[in-house]
């Protein structure tokens, strides 16, 4: 129970900031641009945020760590004083960029966007990530960790803190939902700043924020009772929420856009075309097959690699040198061609979904009909997803099939989480690849986007720290689950999972957002 909480609100932190910007988007005319900008105006103060944060411990001036007293105080005022001043003069840089975007309604998608990314990547990701490493905790011995008394005490209260009960899985969300609320009061409060010429209101949002953190600071601190904690935060964001109904009252927004209700019919229909399209160019097939292919191929090239050595003249002697191959081994295989071959067909097949149709003219023409751009944008995304869904239950049968004939017994429950793994990684570099597509003007120009974008998600696997919550993690994962070593010795990594669900959901806003800035 403990455990679907836990998902339950990884995936609700992730959806949520979608679902209200879809709501909202549905009610008034805002472009999804100002959700785009909204996620960049946070992402940016964290840039000089958290480096701020840090030179200030290495002088000394922020306190590394306090309970009580004037250290105390000093630590919450410096900690709600730099996230004030990163992150509300970040909105407003973003305000000042977005000159044709005065309108109540603007303001609030971008401050959707500001908190839905925060509960996206520090609600849904992190909890994730913590998860996964306190639910690997649970009933061992602390001891052998061999961490300080205060590491300890630490450790030990977050497990009692977040496993208590199956309820306290929830609360991670409760709070995200809190969070959201108050970005988008500051978010308004800066818009108000723009809208009324009066520069009073950003200071007013930095205040605001740096009270309401530090607040939160010394009522995490002072009490381990998640219910106090966000009873505190609820009533200190209360002002704010009653100052933005007031707004929205006296502001009398945009009045409500007329829908037809067609937008999901006619998504389906572009996505029967789109699934047309990739039967009729051969593409879908061509990608079914790579998988097969591959699937056959890789439990038969880790079993007869022995004799393939020993068959050829001169390498006799590297033969004997080779350890009798194992089930491991033929997963280990499968997993390294999947990812190999399953990553230049995403770029290659991918790069020009939306930018060849541009230049062909094409996209046009079907927009005339009308098509909403989001349609066509996540038609293409899905048909693609449906297309590698299929190559990937393929690749599965005849990689399982020979596992169990050349190497006997094989958990087939197991290896499907393998290639579910699998399946969600190389879906980041298609969701990066309709990106590129979607801003490139030509097929050239979106496959060097979509590559340039593709591996700069390779390479953040190597960073320090986060490394493993980005998509190589998830190819780590996979290749743990069925190893000689065991998954249950290994752990787990649901970090990396969210953070895939996460790029995915971006990178298809931000393909929709700047595709219907485009002029065809």
């Not at 630590?75 to 709600?80: Q, S, W």
């Not at 500051?186 to 009270?211: C, D, G």
């Not at 039967?279 to 079993?303: H, N, Q």
């Not at 080779?322 to 770029?347: C, H, M, R, S, W």
């Amino acid at each position: 129970m403990l455990a679907f909480t836990y998902t339950l609100s990884v995936v609700l932190m992730i959806v949520i900031p979608v679902v209200l910007a879809v709501i909202l988007r549905r009610y008034f005319q805002v472009p999804w641009l100002l959700f785009g900008i909204g996620t960049l105006t946070f992402i940016g103060s964290q840039v000089v945020h958290l480096p701020l944060n840090k030179l200030l411990t290495d002088l000394g001036i922020l306190p590394q760590s306090a309970t009580e007293g004037w250290a105390l105080i000093q630590m919450a005022g410096i900690l709600g004083l730099t996230a004030g001043l990163c992150e509300e003069l970040a909105r407003a840089v973003g305000y000042a960029l977005l000159r044709k975007f005065r309108r109540f309604e603007d303001g609030l998608m971008l401050g959707i966007g500001h908190g839905g990314i925060e509960s996206m990547v520090f609600g849904g990701v992190l909890t994730a990530a913590t998860i996964s490493s306190l639910m690997a905790l649970r009933g061992q011995n602390l001891q052998n960790l061999g961490l300080s008394p205060d590491q300890m005490e630490a450790l030990t209260m977050q497990i009692e803190m977040y496993t208590r009960s199956a309820w306290s899985g929830f609360g991670p969300l409760i709070e995200r939902l809190l969070a959201m609320a108050l970005h988008i009061t500051f978010s308004m409060l800066v818009w108000k700043a723009f809208s009324k010429r009066n520069a009073w209101y950003v200071v007013l949002a930095i205040f605001y924020h740096a009270l309401v953190d530090a607040i939160f600071v010394v009522v995490v601190i002072q009490t381990s009772s998640y219910l106090l904690m966000e009873s505190f935060f609820a009533v200190v964001i209360l002002p704010g929420l009653v100052w933005l109904g007031v707004q929205f009252r006296r502001e009398k927004p945009a009045r409500r856009v007329t829908r037809s209700g067609r937008g999901g019919k006619l998504f389906l229909v572009a996505l029967q075309k789109e699934l047309f399209s990739l039967w009729r160019t051969k593409r879908f097939l061509i990608t079914v097959a790579v998988f097969g292919v591959f699937g056959l191929m890789s439990p038969l090239l880790a079993y007869f690699m022995p004799q393939i050595l020993g068959s050829v003249k001169g390498a006799e002697m590297f033969a004997d040198l080779i350890p009798e191959p194992t089930v491991y081994d033929a997963v280990g295989q499968y997993i390294k061609n999947i990812t190999q071959f399953g990553f230049l067909i995403a770029i290659l097949l991918g790069m020009g979904a939306v930018s060849g149709e541009k230049e062909k003219g094409t996209a046009e023409l079907i927009l005339a009909k009308p098509l909403p751009r989001w349609a066509f944008i996540l038609s293409k995304f899905t048909a693609q997803l449906l297309s590698y869904t299929a190559a990937f239950l393929v690749a599965i049968s005849g990689a399982y099939l020979y596992m169990r004939i050349l190497f006997g017994e094989i958990s087939l429950s197991s290896f499907i989480f393998v290639n579910l793994l699998l399946l969600l990684w190389l879906l980041t570099f298609v969701g990066m690849t309709i990106l590129g597509s979607a801003v490139g003007d030509s097929i050239g120009a979106s496959a060097g986007i979509a590559l340039g974008g593709s591996v700069l998600l390779l390479l953040a696997g190597s960073l320090p720290q986060v490394g493993a919550l980005f998509p190589s993690g998830l190819v780590a994962w996979a290749g743990q689950i069925i190893s000689e070593t065991g998954a249950e010795k290994m752990g787990s990594n649901f970090g990396a999972v969210a953070t895939g669900l996460v790029i995915v959901v971006l990178c298809n806003i931000w393909a929709v957002a700047l595709f219907e800035k485009q002029e065809l």
